[in-house]
Protein backbone atom coordinates (compact mmCIF):
# COMPACT_ATOMS: atom_id res chain seq x y z
CA UNK A 1 0.00 0.00 0.00
CA UNK A 2 1.29 3.55 -0.98
CA UNK A 3 0.62 6.49 1.89
CA UNK A 4 -0.39 9.54 0.38
CA UNK A 5 -0.21 12.75 2.34
CA UNK A 6 -4.25 14.03 3.24
CA UNK A 7 -3.04 17.14 1.67
CA UNK A 8 -2.07 16.07 -1.54
CA UNK A 9 -4.47 15.80 -4.75
CA UNK A 10 -6.80 13.04 -4.26
CA UNK A 11 -5.69 10.17 -6.67
CA UNK A 12 -8.93 9.85 -8.23
CA UNK A 13 -9.14 13.08 -10.09
CA UNK A 14 -12.04 14.75 -7.99
CA UNK A 15 -9.43 17.83 -8.12
CA UNK A 16 -9.94 17.91 -4.08
CA UNK A 17 -7.58 17.46 -1.17
CA UNK A 18 -7.31 13.00 -0.31
CA UNK A 19 -8.43 13.86 3.13
CA UNK A 20 -11.44 16.12 1.78
CA UNK A 21 -12.15 13.27 -0.66
CA UNK A 22 -11.64 9.09 -1.10
CA UNK A 23 -9.39 9.28 2.74
CA UNK A 24 -12.41 9.27 5.21
CA UNK A 25 -13.90 6.51 2.96
CA UNK A 26 -10.40 4.54 2.99
CA UNK A 27 -10.33 4.89 6.84
CA UNK A 28 -14.08 3.44 7.08
CA UNK A 29 -16.31 5.77 6.67
CA UNK A 30 -19.80 4.77 5.95
CA UNK A 31 -20.56 5.28 1.95
CA UNK A 32 -23.66 7.27 0.92
CA UNK A 33 -23.38 7.41 -2.59
CA UNK A 34 -21.74 5.36 -5.41
CA UNK A 35 -20.42 7.68 -7.10
CA UNK A 36 -18.18 8.37 -3.76
CA UNK A 37 -17.83 4.84 -3.98
CA UNK A 38 -16.87 4.30 -7.50
CA UNK A 39 -14.01 7.16 -6.96
CA UNK A 40 -12.42 5.78 -3.74
CA UNK A 41 -12.33 2.42 -5.51
CA UNK A 42 -10.68 3.99 -8.44
CA UNK A 43 -8.16 5.77 -5.87
CA UNK A 44 -7.31 2.74 -3.80
CA UNK A 45 -6.12 0.92 -6.82
CA UNK A 46 -3.90 3.91 -7.48
CA UNK A 47 -2.55 3.39 -3.49
CA UNK A 48 -2.44 -0.40 -3.76
CA UNK A 49 -5.12 -0.77 -0.96
CA UNK A 50 -6.65 -4.09 -2.33
CA UNK A 51 -8.42 -4.77 1.30
CA UNK A 52 -10.32 -1.88 0.23
CA UNK A 53 -11.23 -3.17 -2.98
CA UNK A 54 -12.02 -6.84 -2.03
CA UNK A 55 -14.04 -4.52 1.24
CA UNK A 56 -15.75 -2.77 -0.88
CA UNK A 57 -17.30 -5.84 -2.94
CA UNK A 58 -20.83 -7.05 -2.85
CA UNK A 59 -21.20 -10.58 -0.55
CA UNK A 60 -22.51 -11.77 -3.69
CA UNK A 61 -19.67 -10.99 -5.65
CA UNK A 62 -17.34 -11.16 -2.98
CA UNK A 63 -17.00 -14.65 -2.77
CA UNK A 64 -15.99 -15.16 -6.32
CA UNK A 65 -13.11 -12.44 -6.01
CA UNK A 66 -11.46 -12.99 -2.20
CA UNK A 67 -8.97 -15.28 -3.59
CA UNK A 68 -5.34 -15.24 -3.70
CA UNK A 69 -5.27 -15.48 -7.38
CA UNK A 70 -7.12 -12.52 -7.59
CA UNK A 71 -5.53 -10.65 -5.51
CA UNK A 72 -2.48 -11.12 -7.50
CA UNK A 73 -4.43 -10.54 -10.46
CA UNK A 74 -5.47 -6.74 -9.01
CA UNK A 75 -2.06 -6.50 -7.76
CA UNK A 76 -0.27 -7.02 -10.95
CA UNK A 77 -2.79 -4.91 -12.37
CA UNK A 78 -2.31 -2.04 -10.09
CA UNK A 79 0.88 -1.81 -10.12
CA UNK A 80 1.46 -2.51 -14.52
CA UNK A 81 -1.27 -0.03 -14.92
CA UNK A 82 -0.58 4.01 -14.81
CA UNK A 83 -3.65 5.38 -13.77
CA UNK A 84 -4.00 8.76 -15.37
CA UNK A 85 -7.45 10.01 -14.93
CA UNK A 86 -10.90 9.33 -14.40
CA UNK A 87 -14.45 10.56 -15.67
CA UNK A 88 -17.75 10.08 -14.42
CA UNK A 89 -19.60 9.66 -17.10
CA UNK A 90 -23.91 9.36 -15.75
CA UNK A 91 -25.04 7.91 -12.75
CA UNK A 92 -28.25 6.68 -11.60
CA UNK A 93 -30.21 5.21 -9.21
CA UNK A 94 -33.17 2.26 -9.86
CA UNK A 95 -36.32 3.47 -9.81
CA UNK A 96 -37.72 0.42 -8.54
CA UNK A 97 -35.16 0.18 -5.98
CA UNK A 98 -33.63 2.99 -4.05
CA UNK A 99 -30.47 0.35 -2.95
CA UNK A 100 -29.71 -0.64 -6.73
CA UNK A 101 -27.64 2.27 -8.94
CA UNK A 102 -25.49 2.56 -11.84
CA UNK A 103 -21.94 4.56 -12.46
CA UNK A 104 -20.34 4.79 -15.89
CA UNK A 105 -17.21 5.82 -16.10
CA UNK A 106 -14.39 6.49 -18.26
CA UNK A 107 -10.73 5.18 -16.90
CA UNK A 108 -7.96 6.88 -18.42
CA UNK A 109 -5.18 4.32 -18.34
CA UNK A 110 -1.63 3.14 -19.61
CA UNK A 111 0.42 -0.16 -19.89
CA UNK A 112 4.14 1.39 -20.68
CA UNK A 113 2.56 2.76 -24.07
CA UNK A 114 -0.20 0.87 -24.52
CA UNK A 115 -3.73 3.04 -23.91
CA UNK A 116 -5.42 0.54 -21.60
CA UNK A 117 -8.43 2.85 -21.08
CA UNK A 118 -11.99 1.76 -20.81
CA UNK A 119 -15.72 2.97 -20.21
CA UNK A 120 -17.64 0.53 -17.62
CA UNK A 121 -21.03 0.69 -16.38
CA UNK A 122 -20.93 -0.60 -12.94
CA UNK A 123 -23.62 -2.07 -11.07
CA UNK A 124 -23.53 -1.04 -7.19
CA UNK A 125 -26.05 -2.29 -4.77
CA UNK A 126 -26.29 -0.59 -0.49
CA UNK A 127 -26.68 -3.20 2.21
CA UNK A 128 -26.76 -1.74 5.99
CA UNK A 129 -26.66 1.81 4.29
CA UNK A 130 -23.41 0.94 2.94
CA UNK A 131 -22.75 0.99 -0.88
CA UNK A 132 -20.95 -1.97 -2.36
CA UNK A 133 -20.02 -2.68 -6.11
CA UNK A 134 -21.47 -5.85 -7.55
CA UNK A 135 -20.40 -6.05 -11.52
CA UNK A 136 -19.52 -4.34 -14.47
CA UNK A 137 -23.17 -4.49 -16.53
CA UNK A 138 -22.48 -4.23 -19.99
CA UNK A 139 -22.77 -1.09 -21.94
CA UNK A 140 -26.59 -0.32 -23.81
CA UNK A 141 -25.54 0.23 -27.42
CA UNK A 142 -25.93 3.23 -27.96
ZN1 LIG B 1 -11.04 10.96 -4.30
Known amino acids: ?70 RAGITLFAETTDFNGLEILDSELSLDDINTGWVTFHAILANGDDDTSYVERSLFKKEDGQWLYLHADPLEDT
Open 1 to 70: MIKIAPNKPCPCYSGKKYKKCCRPLHQGQKIDDPVRLMRSRYSAYVLYNMDYIVNTMHPESKHLTDTPEW
